[in-house]
């Protein structure tokens, strides 16, 4: 499979290691359809290929938007990339959130950190079919209140009244006012019924299962519950056998997955 | 006028006492009000009570001379506040500043300490639902701790 | 079946060579018998057989005029269905970004001569992984569709073969163009061969040729039995996929763990290991770039590394990363076992692990909590 070329149109810093890349198909074509919670395999020409999750709307696909950690050679040369600048994508790749499916429940996106990108396309199908779905609640923490991504969209999300968002940070810093703690303690007092609801995770594993448990306590079975999970990807298309997690490659049955069906392996190591 | 001990009995924290304990409480218990910007107790101060929050945000902090207040954890509706009133010296580690107008319950830690020591079933059941809320708060306290959004090295 | 004289088989590699197969075979190279384009007769290994064992390989030689008297080589087929390295393509940076040049030259046409049946099970496996899922791996289809192959059934097992537990051999009975088997006679030394194919017959056709004798087949039948019956190893494969799930944190594996040294030749040799990495490369002006597929193996330390750390940092859970892949998620994942019971990864490893003993201890400790030990076998036989 050859990368296709793209144009960047955008890069901005978001955070001070985080930097949102917009890119369009530079043969002037209508750019790739995708769903939510899936990921593009992108490749800096001579420098090498990465897997990044598309963070944009997948009802304006025209333009694909991937936000990311500067943190390697790829990502780092990535940084450093210009508008008209040219960058391949392969993909879309990998299962998506079941936006589809959980129509009628209520819906609790529980992101930590750079988790939130990954959900963000899920937020953005939500919130543009949101008659289909009951409460909807955004819970998100993250390290400091520097690392909060996406700060204008949350305090557009905040103002809605379809939509509930509560922010945490593990730590204070400057004149922060809002919540400090990590984030599971969100997940006790948030809105939503346990017993119609489905919860959307995205973030470090130690975040996830713990948020699992939270879940758990407030009375959600493991079947309501998803996962996006993340190894070592070099094919992105299940022949090179680095992303195994069990018998799952998780570039085709994953990155998301429904929890239960992973419950078995998540809590043993090294795996 | 709203009656305490219905209210008392509506909390998840009173959940499973005796009917002649969960009286006892009421008698030590108190409403209360705290506006925005006002502190409910001061790191030194003697704990004498501690607070069912039934509306608002407090923030716990800790004073830094270098950095100014910390906040190190939120609570809000439903959460207890307070614990040092059970455990010698009877002290208050943080600060507890209210962020949003709050409402809540005010228990006469004094005065349930001496009926705890009368009557030690009350006691254990007191001590378990704090035992269990410290658990909680230690777990998330730990999870903190690990900056698991750091990129680590 | 069809009867053939040695020289016959001589007739068989010129004629395929004079339809442009490049024909590859057993062969001497550096005391180790492998896998390399033979020209004639004189290039496979006559009078050669191979001592096997854990961790260690000979070769000896004698008159015999036999010519596959030894049973598996350090080289898998794989080797030419699926080179270590590949270039998957070169591109130019351009002016409207860059162009690229998927690879066009043509890969040869092979001849596979002496595939035993627990590799001819290992290339069904590879095509199921490459070729059947929801994305096929161009190159090795364009290798494997034009590939003629002619099994060398065995007569006798190799010191570290398992193959009749495996259901994989000692015998192919289909998947093939031709099938042939030695039969090891001093006073006529000849070969027994079924057709597979129509190209099979073909080229059949087209050498000296006769009809095999019953008795022939009725003795070939024979060393076919008593193959299975000197086989030294086996593996119980009833409910191992659950076997392995089920032990998954069993003290074993932190046991096998100390021996291994995460060498990776298990992988290297394995038949069926089909684990690759992709390199991407660029001269030094920049403008040039490609994209190379290497062998990998999952023994590496950085094979699982994601940003922070590996994911799998210790021997030990690489060790089973491995095995209970080959012996449960491959089933999962492709619907067979992975192991095709060609002992390769027995001989070959250098502190001589066996896996067939590691499954073995892993089935009598079933379950069991590190701190009880089963009780003796004794007079009470299990009863308390």
């Known amino acids: ?271 | 006028m709203e009656n305490l001990e219905s209210l008392l009995e509506q909390h998840p924290f009173v959940k499973g006492l005796r009917k002649e304990h969960v009286r006892l409480l009421s008698g030590c218990t108190a409403n209360a009000r705290f506006d925005e910007g006002k502190f409910i107790f001061r790191e030194n101060q003697v704990a004498e009570h501690f607070y069912i929050l039934r509306e608002g945000k407090v923030a716990l902090e800790i004073y830094a001379p270098d950095r100014g207040p910390i906040v190190i954890d939120t609570l809000g509706a439903d959460d207890i506040l307070g614990w040092s009133w059970l455990i010698p010296p009877y002290h208050w580690k943080f600060d507890a500043r209210v962020i949003e107008g709050t409402r809540a319950l005010v228990l006469d830690g004094k005065c349930l300490r001496k009926k705890c020591e009368d009557d030690h079933d009350l006691g254990y059941e007191l001590l378990k639902r704090f035992a269990s809320i410290v658990e909680q708060r230690l777990e998330a306290t730990r999870i903190q701790l690990l900056d698991i959004y750091g990129i680590t090295s | 079946m069809y009867s053939l004289e040695e020289h016959a088989i001589g007739q068989m590699i010129s004629s395929l060579k004079r339809q442009d197969y490049t024909v590859i075979g057993p062969t001497v190279q550096h005391g180790v018998i492998v896998y390399d384009e033979i020209h004639s007769l004189k290039d496979l290994p006559a009078g050669y057989t191979d001592d096997q064992k854990p961790g260690h390989y000979r070769l000896s030689h004698s008159d015999k005029p036999f010519k596959f008297q030894f049973n598996s080589s350090p080289h898998a087929w794989k080797k030419f269905l699926r080179p270590s390295v590949t270039r998957l393509w070169h591109a130019e940076l351009g002016t409207a970004g860059f162009e690229f040049a998927e690879e066009k030259k043509e890969p040869p046409r092979f001849a596979f001569l002496g595939v035993r049946p627990c590799d001819l099970q290992a290339i069904r496996i590879l095509d199921n992984v490459l070729l059947n899922g929801n994305f096929t791996e161009e190159g090795y289809k364009a290798r494997r569709e034009k590939l003629f192959i002619i099994v060398v059934n065995c007569t006798e097992p190799g010191g570290t073969c398992f193959c009749s537990s495996m259901g994989t051999g000692p015998r192919a009975v289909k998947d093939f163009d031709l099938a042939i088997t030695e039969i090891p006679d001093i006073k006529h030394h000849r070969f027994m061969v079924e057709i597979g194919s129509e190209q099979g017959e073909t080229l059949i056709r087209g050498i000296q040729h006769g009809k095999a004798l019953p008795a022939d087949v009725e003795k070939v039948d024979k060393l076919f039995g008593s193959a299975v019956r000197k086989m030294g190893r086996s593996v119980k494969t009833g409910g191992i996929a659950e076997l392995l799930k089920k032990n998954f944190e069993h003290r074993r594996w932190e046991e096998v763990g100390n021996r291994c040294l995460s060498c990776t030749n298990c992988t290297m040799v394995c038949p069926t290991c089909f684990c690759t990495t992709i390199e991407d490369t660029t001269d030094l002006s920049g403008k040039s770039a490609e994209r190379w597929r290497k062998w990998d193996s999952c023994f590496t330390l950085d094979f699982s590394y994601i940003h922070g750390g590996s994911v799998r940092s210790s021997v030990m859970a690489r060790y089973r990363q491995w095995l209970v892949h080959k012996f449960s998620a491959w089933k999962d994942q492709f619907g067979t076992l992975g192991c095709v019971g060609c002992g390769r990864c027995i001989t070959w490893c250098p502190v001589g692990i066996d896996i067939t003993e590691e499954l073995r201890y892993l089935r009598e400790e079933d379950h069991e909590t590190p701190s009880i030990k089963k009780p003796a076998k004794g007079k009470n036989n299990g009863k308390s």
Not at chain 1, 99 to 105: E, N, P, Q
Not at chain 1, 168 to 195: C, E, M, Q, S, Y
């Open chain 1, 1 to 271: 499979m050859l990368p296709h070329p793209y144009l960047i149109q955008r890069v901005h810093q978001e955070t001070s290691d985080t930097f949102t890349l917009e890119i369009v198909p530079a043969d002037g074509s209508d750019g790739l359809t995708f769903m939510p919670g899936q990921f593009n395999m992108l490749y800096v020409f001579g420098v090498g290929e990465v897997p990044i999750s598309i963070s944009g709307d997948p009802g304006h696909p025209h333009t694909i938007v991937h936000t990311t950690r500067a943190v390697g050679t790829v990502t780092k040369a990535m940084r450093q990339m210009r508008k008209g600048d040219v960058i391949g994508i392969r993909g879309p790749f990998g299962t998506q959130w079941p936006v589809d499916k959980i129509t009628g429940s209520d819906v609790v996106i529980t992101a930590g950190g750079i988790g939130l990108a990954p959900l963000r396309p899920a937020i953005y199908q939500i919130l543009n079919h949101r008659e289909r779905y009951g409460k909807v609640v955004l819970l998100y923490g993250t390290r400091s209140p520097g690392d909060i991504l996406f700060r204008r969209e949350l305090e557009i999300w905040r103002s809605r009244f379809d939509l509930e968002v509560y922010i945490t940070v593990d730590r204070a810093v400057g004149d922060w006012k809002g919540n400090v703690g990590v984030i599971t303690t969100l997940i006790p007092r948030a809105p939503f019924d346990p017993h119609k609801a489905v919860a959307l995770i995205c973030g470090p594993e130690i975040m996830m299962r713990y948020s699992v448990k939270e879940f758990q306590k407030r009375g959600m079975s493991y079947d309501s519950m998803y996962v996006s999970m993340e190894r070592n990807m070099k094919c992105a298309i299940g022949f090179c056998g680095h992303c195994q997690y069990g018998h799952r490659f998780i570039c085709k049955d994953g990155p998301v997955f429904r929890y239960d069906v992973i419950d078995d392996l998540f809590t043993k190591r090294e795996v």
